[in-house]
């Protein structure tokens, strides 16, 4: 594992370091350089620093046995009063993950007050395990009491993989779980693999959506990954009842836990694009923000709803609410059409598992072309009109 440090007797304060990283991970602060939560570790600062001030320290990392560690863990999220469909997706997930480990099975834990009654639910779908901790002191979202519950059955029962959904909790639950055991993090995952090893393959979009990198934990142990909403298949469910629900004591931090609830303020529940079925999606192709109607308007001749990619919401033509891509949504419509958009893998990634993709794009080589069902070279602005007119003729039965 390594780290940059900064050897102060050295140090002349020039500033050189925080003008050449790349990545913004230096700030000048009274004359003296200190690294912030941007680092990246690369080293470019140690290769510029005329005053050999800044060193690269290499710790080494000791092996983790990894027979002591087995099966795959899912925290199963509660949300609104039902389990969240993320978490039946990783379950799925983890079921096919584990025919790659013989004997590897299926577990998951339940956090929250009056959760119990979702233990039964979960046993239709194949897992082996349901780890409860119910208690009114959960009964609203504290991340340290939420982790402390997490960690103790991890301790319990010693995982090799852990998956979280990638929501607004699993996205403040999963990262303090990793820092506890000194272990890897993969956020946004699109894509996992199980080695025989017991090594897993976590793959998703980095460098700007440019690649498709796969991260390995290797030394240590659990190794913890997010997928987002939509991304993965849920399993079907049984009609027999498998699978042991243990109830399990609450830790001691729990109620030890400075964060205390002052209020809820619920969100006004309202459907996103991830619950379409049927999207429209405007992209770079269009060449003002008025053209966004006609999207709409065959949006609402298939009934169903609209969507842009990341530069139109860039421009401010819509709302982050609207873009599907890895800053955005994920969706898994039953028919996506694109219009305009190239095809980015950060936007691909979000929507490739859509039944069915139909891309317009007058460019032939558009990366959207390689995912999409049907491809239509050729003007938007020729194209989608006809398809308004048509749908409009149908329906005056013409």
Same mark, same amino acid.
Request: proline share 5%; glycine share 8%.
């Given at each position: 594992?390594?780290q ?5 007797r050295?140090?002349?304060?020039c500033?050189?370091c925080?003008?050449n990283?790349?990545?913004g ?6 004359g003296k ?6 680092c990246?570790?690369?080293?470019i600062c ?13 710790? +080494?990392?000791?092996n983790?046995?990894k /027979?002591? =560690? ?6 199963a999220?509660?949300?609104?009063g039902?389990?969240?469909p993320v978490?039946l ?6 079921k ?11 577990k ?9 009654k ?5 046993r239709?779908? @194949?897992?082996?395990e349901?780890? $409860? ?5 959960l009964?609203?979202?504290r ?5 402390s519950c997490?960690?103790?059955?991890? +301790?319990?029962?010693?995982p090799?993989?852990?998956? $979280?959904g990638a /929501? ?21 995952c699109?894509?996992?693999e199980?080695r ?18 796969? %991260?390995v934990t ?7 990954? /997010? $997928?987002?909403?939509k991304?993965?298949?849920a399993?079907?469910r049984?009609?027999n009842?498998?699978g ?14 400075p964060? /205390?609830?002052?209020k809820t303020v619920?969100v006004p529940?309202g ?6 079925e049927?999207?429209v999606v ?5 060449q ?7 999207i709409?308007e065959?949006?609402?001749?298939? @009934?169903?709803? =609209? ?5 139109? $919401?860039?421009?401010? =033509?819509?709302t ?26 950060q ?9 069915? %993709?139909?891309?317009?794009?007058s ?6 072309f390689?995912?999409a ?8 602005y ?7 007119a048509?749908l ?5 039965g013409?």
């Open positions: 594992m390594a940059i440090a900064i050897l102060e050295k140090c002349t304060g500033g050189l925080a003008t990283c790349p990545f991970g230096i700030d000048m602060k009274n350089p200190e690294l912030n939560a941007a990246k570790v690369c080293g140690v290769k510029n620093c005329p005053e050999k001030a800044i060193v690269k320290l290499e710790t +080494k990392v000791e983790v046995d /027979t002591q =560690w087995n099966d795959i863990l899912v925290f999220e509660v949300s609104g039902r389990l969240h978490s997706e990783l379950i799925g997930k983890a096919e993950l584990s025919k790659s480990v013989p004997g590897y099975k299926v998951t834990v339940l956090v929250g007050d009056g959760v119990t979702y233990a039964e639910e979960l239709h779908y @194949g897992v082996s349901i780890a $409860v901790y119910d208690s009114p002191e009964s609203y979202f991340a340290d009491a939420f982790a997490v960690e103790d059955y991890i +301790k319990y029962c010693k090799s993989v852990v998956l $979280v /929501t607004s909790l699993g996205r403040s639950l999963a990262p303090r779980l990793a820092t506890r055991f000194h272990t890897g993090l993969t956020a946004d699109t894509k996992l199980l025989e090893s017991t090594d897993l393959v976590q793959i998703r979009p980095a460098f700007g959506g440019n690649i498709m990198a796969q %991260i290797t030394h240590t142990r659990p190794q913890f990954a /997010t $997928v987002r909403y991304v993965m298949d399993p079907v049984g009609e009842a498998e042991e629900t243990l109830t399990r004591h609450i830790p001691k931090g729990v109620a030890a836990s964060v /205390t609830h002052v619920p529940a459907k996103t694009i991830s619950d379409a049927i999207l405007g992209g770079r192709g269009l003002k923000e008025a053209d966004l109607e006609m709409k065959l949006a609402a001749l298939l @009934g169903g709803d =609209w969507a842009t990619s990341r530069p139109l $919401v860039e421009k401010g =033509w819509a982050n609410a609207r873009q599907i891509g890895l800053s955005g949504r994920t969706v898994r419509p039953k028919l996506i059409i694109t219009c305009g958009v190239s095809g980015a893998i936007f691909a990634a979000c929507m490739n598992a859509s039944d069915h %993709i139909i891309a317009i794009n460019d032939p080589e558009a990366p959207i390689n995912v069902h049907i491809g239509i070279v050729g003007d938007l020729q194209i989608v009109p006809k398809l308004i048509q409009k003729a149908e329906k005056e013409k």
